[in-house]
């Protein structure tokens, strides 16, 4: 990710409550394979758990994520570890996992108030925020391994209520005890587990700080005439950074 000074964010704690606000992200692995039909570079949406004991500090979280057990990404990771049977395994090499704000957009030069109308000289952009992690990750594959259905009985259980009380914040969640207990297991044989220990965090809130207030009022006012949650985030994030120039 290009981390430009004017739009990176600096804060680890902001940072990951960024990753917790928008828990699907892109897992995106470089992993040699034996199957000449497997990709060597790979990438799936998972939604992830983040293991965060001290939010408010600069220490470095753990992802916790599954895939299903027939995603050619997860094929790739069964492949490698079969070489430790029974055991979690872990990579040497390097994973990425992608966050983005479901809030971006086109910006026109038209919402440059001050600067189109005096020397034309503007162009289009894209504003958006994203995260990015890069880790060691380390999978658990073995259906009957004691450790892999312990560490899947958390990670479902965990993203589960994550979901449904701060997201989609029901006021009667579902709980996956709800399912029948056989139903839960057959299902549980069908996905794979991955951790990922965080080694880096960064981040960008791409929005309009290189412009000068009054054009970047002008995006602000723009957005904000839409009336959508789109243009709210956009207008109220384009503010507050702009403010912090």
């Known amino acids: 990710m290009y981390l430009r000074a004017i739009h990176a964010e600096p804060s680890i704690p902001a940072l990951k409550a960024f990753v917790a606000a928008n828990p699907l992200g892109l897992l995106t692995t470089a992993l040699p394979s034996t199957d000449p039909s497997h990709h060597f570079i790979q990438t799936s949406h998972i939604p992830w758990v983040l293991d965060d004991p001290s939010p408010d500090t600069d220490d470095l979280p753990i992802l916790r994520g599954h895939i299903a057990r027939q995603n050619p990404h997860a094929k790739v990771f069964i492949e490698d570890a079969a070489a430790n049977p029974g055991k979690p395994f872990t990579f ?8 983005n704000s479901p809030h971006h957009s086109y910006v026109s030069p038209k919402l440059y108030v001050k600067t189109k109308p005096e020397s034309g000289k ?4 894209w504003n958006y925020s994203a995260a990015q992690i890069y880790g060691t990750a380390t ?7 004691d450790s892999t259905i312990a560490f ?18 029901h006021e009667k969640p579902w709980e996956v005890d709800d399912a029948p207990e056989k139903y839960i297991e057959l ?9 990922i220990k965080v080694q880096h965090l960064g981040g960008k809130h791409k929005m309009s700080q290189e412009m000068g207030k009054e054009d970047r009022e002008g995006v602000a006012q723009g957005f904000g005439d839409m009336k959508t949650e789109t243009g709210d985030y956009i207008a109220k994030t384009v ?5 912090l120039k």
């Open 239 to 243: 503010r507050e950074k702009g403010q």
């Open 187 to 195: 299902l549980r044989k069908n996905i794979i587990g991955i951790e």
């Open 152 to 169: 899947l009985n958390k990670q479902i259980r965990d993203l589960s209520n994550k979901a449904e009380t701060e997201l989609s914040k």
């Open 92 to 99: 040497q090499q390097e994973v990425m996992v992608l966050f």
């Open 139 to 145: 999978v658990y594959t073995d259906s009957k391994a």
């Open 122 to 125: 503007v162009v289009p952009t």
